[in-house]
Every structure is written in C-alpha cells, then in structure tokens.
C-alpha cells in the first residue's frame, strides 16, 4: 500500500492481496488521524463480505469472485477498541450486475484507488445505543 496525506485528502492506493479496512487504518494512524469521510473508491476486488444486521447481530456473506468497486461511501470513527472504517460500497459482476451493502472485508485484486476527506475540528467516536452502535460527532477542545 501507498498512501499521502495533508490536511485536505488522504490518498491511498492498495495492491493486489491488501485487505481495505487494516490499510485505511494504517494510512489514518500514519499521519496521526482519527477522524475522516470516506470520499471514494474504485478498483477491482477479489473477494468481498457483507454484513447484514438483524438488530442483534451481523450476518455475514461471501463473494469470492473478481468484481469492480465502483462506489464506496463511509466514513472513520473511534470506538472502543479502536479505529473503526465503517464503509458501505456496491460492487459490478463481470455481466455488470451489482451487489452491494455494509462491508466487513475487502481484499484487493490488482488496484484499489482511495480518498478520504481528514476531519480535525470534529471527533468522531462511536457508541452503543440500545440495539446497535452509532456515530457520535464532538467538537474537539
């Protein structure tokens, strides 16, 4: 993976095999970031799971084919245990049907491009409300 940042726009461009959520955690503690608006996403993919939630719990599919990442939402949050890519993407079979949904793991085929927008004036964290966890934007002291 590569990546560049300033105050304006990290870019990142993974390679084939890289997983989408541990790089844009790494690119994000990289240049010290915690909080951020995923702009957008293309490349190929070789292997994608959904989350679906129920109200309790995630259920997760599979697919294990080459498609295109032909749009890519979300943003990264703080929680708990971490820093947390909460991304949303929709994805193009080879007979240009899409599939798309909350995304748990992207593993990269070849090329992903990436560009999240960096937010300093605001923290967003994350937190529990009754049946599922939530963005919650702060201002930064």
Aim: aromatic letters at 10%.
């Amino acid at each position: 993976m590569q990546y560049c940042g300033t105050e304006e726009l990290l870019a990142l461009h993974l390679e084939d095999g890289e997983n989408l959520h541990l790089s844009i955690i790494t690119a994000c503690q990289g240049i010290n970031l915690d909080s951020a608006v995923v702009l957008s996403g293309l490349g190929m993919v070789k292997s994608v799971t959904f989350g679906w939630y129920t109200g309790a719990e995630y259920v997760k599919k599979t697919y294990s084919d080459v498609m295109e990442l032909v749009s890519l939402s979300g943003d990264v949050s703080f929680r708990q245990d971490g820093m947390y890519p909460h991304l949303h993407g929709v994805f193009s079979t080879p007979e240009h049907g899409l599939i798309g949904g909350h995304i748990m793991e992207v593993i990269a085929f070849r090329n992903i491009e990436l560009f999240l927008k960096p937010v300093y004036t605001i923290h967003f964290n994350r937190r529990r409300m009754d049946a599922f966890e939530a963005l919650i934007p702060e201002q930064r002291g």
